[in-house]
C-alpha cells in the first residue's frame, strides 16, 4: 500500500473514497463534517438521513464506519466514521484505531483504490495529534485491506510536521 501525506483542505481531494470524521447523529457538524456537507452538497445529509431512518436509527456507534455518496465532492464515496473524544483519564486507542480499520474494510467493501483521511478526533473532539497520528500510521500500515493507496490530508503545517516526524 502506498501512505502519502498531504497538507490542504480534504473536500478538494481526488480519491475514491473521502474519510468524514462525523458525530454519531451523521447530521453534520463542524470540522471536517461541516466542510464536507458544505461543499458536497445536499445528496450527503439525504443519504445519511436515509441511514437513520432504517440500519442506524441509534445513529453511528463510536468505531464503526458507513458509506454514502460523494455527493459533488471529487470522490465516488465519502466514508463516514465516528472517532472518540479524547479522554486523558480512559484510554480510548482501540476505538480510534478501529476508525480506521474499519473505514477501510468499508473501502474495501466497496471496491475504493485509493481513500483520503483526515486526522480523526484532532479536531472538535480534542485528541492529542502526535498520539493520534501513531495510531493511524500504525492501524493503517497493519490493516490487512485491497486499498492501494491510503492518504492522509492534514489541514495545517504543523499536523503535516507531526505526520511526517511519525512516518
Ligand atoms: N480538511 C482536512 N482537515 C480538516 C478540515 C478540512 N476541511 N477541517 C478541519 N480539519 P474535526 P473531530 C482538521 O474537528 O476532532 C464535527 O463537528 C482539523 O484541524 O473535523 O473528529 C463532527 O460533526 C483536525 O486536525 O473532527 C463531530 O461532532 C482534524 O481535521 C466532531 O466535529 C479533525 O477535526 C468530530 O471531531
Same mark, same amino acid.
Given at each position: ?5 498531504? !497538507? ?6 481526488? =480519491? ?21 456537507? !458544505?461543499?458536497?452538497?445536499?445528496? #450527503? ?6 441511514? !437513520? ?11 464503526? &464506519?458507513?458509506?454514502?455518496? &460523494?455527493?459533488? /465532492? *471529487? ?41 483520503? $483521511? *483526515?486526522? #480523526? ?6 485528541? *492529542? ?5 501513531? #495510531? =493511524? ?5 497493519? &490493516? ?7 492518504? $492522509?490530508? /492534514? $489541514?495545517? =503545517? &504543523? ?9
Amino acid at each position: 500500500m502506498k501512505l502519502t501525506l498531504v !497538507r490542504g483542505d480534504i473536500t478538494g481531494q481526488h =480519491a475514491d473514497a473521502i474519510v468524514n470524521a462525523a458525530n454519531s447523529s451523521l447530521m453534520g457538524g463542524g470540522g471536517v463534517d461541516g466542510a464536507i456537507h !458544505r461543499r458536497g452538497g445536499p445528496e #450527503i445529509l439525504e443519504e445519511c438521513r436515509k441511514l !437513520r431512518a432504517g440500519h442506524y436509527g441509534k445513529g453511528l456507534p463510536t468505531g464503526q &464506519a458507513v458509506a454514502t455518496t &460523494a455527493g459533488r /465532492l *471529487p470522490a465516488k464515496w465519502v466514508i463516514h466514521t465516528v472517532g472518540p473524544v479524547y479522554s486523558a483519564s480512559e484510554d480510548r486507542s482501540e476505538l480510534l484505531a478501529s476508525c480506521y480499520r474499519e473505514s477501510l474494510r468499508v473501502a474495501d467493501s466497496l471496491g475504493a483504490a485509493s481513500v483520503a $483521511f *483526515p486526522a #480523526i478526533s484532532t479536531g472538535i473532539y480534542g485528541w *492529542p495529534m502526535d498520539d493520534a497520528a501513531g #495510531i =493511524a500510521l500504525e492501524t493503517v500500515r497493519q &490493516a490487512d485491506t485491497a486499498v492501494e493507496e491510503v492518504r $492522509f490530508v /492534514l $489541514f495545517d =503545517a &504543523a499536523a503535516y510536521a507531526v505526520f511526517e516526524a511519525r512516518l
